[in-house]
């Protein structure tokens, strides 16, 4: 999937994994957290789930004849948006020939009931040891193209193998829907239907412009393609044409624009080459937890000087400011953060995916396993837990300004209080046994 998502729910307890591109077996398929509520449209233009049940019964014969005749004629409200917007009726014509209004599409989009998904579970799945081999055999494999994009771009290639490994398996789970579809009955639908229609009319400038026609514009059911899964207009602000050949082409089976791409991205928001997206590293006894926090930014030699150090124990190299990030809270790994963390982040913000990309990175590298143990024997909270947590904290007076479900700045600084005046770690993670204590 590529950058900057809106889907809003991912929390500190766990991860809300959407549905996976189709086709994608249990061991290959590509793990996606929602990301933090944090995230605003401007930076994060990923399509948010619908919070239904998974139980939510089939579109009827009856609905779906009421929403295609509904559909028609939205679509021909649509074409003087879209002309006004740039497309020629020719090429509107030609994208929408074949368009049906896709009840998939809308099952999908409709029966994503909420899955919480520890950390340690998804970065099994991230980092498995078939995703690594794989990785390393894709390297190897596209060594001479990765080369090149990385001396271009300054982006290590690892990570851009990486990101590809997350989105897509290597290229093997890219999504066969009709993007063109897939968006026009999304905006239909009227669930954020503005996002969808900006996205669709994205895709029509792309067909438009000759990078491709709507019967090859394929991708997954909520409109992200290609190798690495870029939105229409994230591909449109940042995708290039690295062979050459006046296309920027990322739906081939060659995935080289598609991996130039995603480096020019990172480049863009500031990748530093040569510098860890993280460390993990071990905090001393006694380690002042409110320390691990975003906004505390050191360099590595003033942490080790408070005894936060790499896992053999040495101090992290000073390669810029960074921040420790505890995402399961104190009794799970640590990790010494730095700026290329933030960039990776536009590509997805939720920190599970960020540590999964960074960790696969890693490991194609040919470094090892974490080392640190994580509380598998916790559960992450499931959004009526996170409400009733808010609730129960602001009751206590702790206030976390409002109640939502998302567990962000305020609540994470309504936790750590609380947990400080009843004596507990203040690591502000919304863990059960903190909810137990508060009911």
């Known amino acids: 999937m590529f950058s900057r998502r809106t889907m809003a729910g991912a929390v500190a307890a766990g991860l809300v994994v959407l549905p996976l591109v189709a086709g994608a077996t249990a061991l290959d398929r590509s793990p996606r957290p929602v990301v933090r509520p944090a995230a605003e449209v401007a930076t994060s233009p990923r399509p948010e789930p619908r919070p239904a049940a998974a139980t939510e019964e089939p579109l009827t014969r009856m609905q779906v004849s009421t929403a295609n005749r509904g559909f028609q004629r939205w679509i021909d409200g649509f074409r003087g948006r ?96 009709p993007i063109v579809e897939a968006l026009a009955t999304l905006a239909y639908d009227g669930r954020r239907g503005r996002f969808f229609e900006e996205q ?32 229409p207009t994230s591909y449109l602000a940042y995708a290039v044409d690295f062979t050459g050949d006046g296309r920027r082409d990322i739906w081939s089976d060659d995935p080289a624009d598609a991996l130039a791409s995603t480096a020019a991205y990172l480049a863009r928001f500031g990748w530093t080459k040569g510098q860890p997206w993280g460390v993990e590293v071990r905090l001393p006894r006694g380690f002042d937890h409110r ?58 913000a939720a920190d599970a995916y960020v540590i999964g990309v960074g960790h696969l990175s890693d490991r194609i590298r040919g470094a090892g396993p974490m080392r640190a143990d994580w509380p598998r024997g916790d559960r992450a909270l499931v959004l009526a837990e996170r409400k009733e947590l808010q609730e129960r904290l602001t009751r206590a007076g702790f206030d976390t300004n409002g109640v939502d479900g998302k567990i962000g700045p305020n609540t994470i600084a309504a936790l750590r209080a609380y947990q400080r005046s009843v004596g507990m770690i203040p690591d502000g993670y919304a863990s059960l046994e903190v909810l137990k204590r508060l009911r």
């Open 291 to 348: 320390l691990a926090d975003r906004g505390v930014k050191r360099m590595p030699s003033d942490w080790a000087a408070l005894g936060v150090r790499d896992m053999d124990g040495r101090p992290v190299r000073d390669y810029g400011r960074a921040s420790v990030l505890l995402p399961a809270g104190a009794r799970g790994a640590a990790f010494m953060i730095f700026d290329n963390f933030r960039v990776i982040e536009r590509y997805n």
């Open 82 to 177: 879209a002309q006004a917007n740039g497309i020629s009726g020719r090429t509107f014509d030609a994208a929408f020939r074949d368009v049906r209004y896709n009840t998939d599409v809308i099952q999908r989009d409709r029966n994503q009931s909420e899955f919480v998904k520890p950390i340690w579970d998804y970065l099994d799945s991230a980092a498995s040891d078939t995703r690594v081999q794989n990785g390393r055999d894709a390297l190897r494999r596209h060594a001479r193209l990765l080369d090149r994009i990385e001396a271009r771009y300054g982006v290590d290639k690892e990570v851009v193998v990486a990101i590809w490994g997350m989105e897509s398996a290597y290229g093997e789970y890219r999504g066969k829907t």
């Open 200 to 231: 669709l009319i994205a895709a029509l400038k792309i067909i438009q412009a000759g990078d491709t026609d709507a019967r090859h514009m394929t991708g997954s059911w909520a409109g992200a393609m290609g190798h690495t899964q870029f939105i």
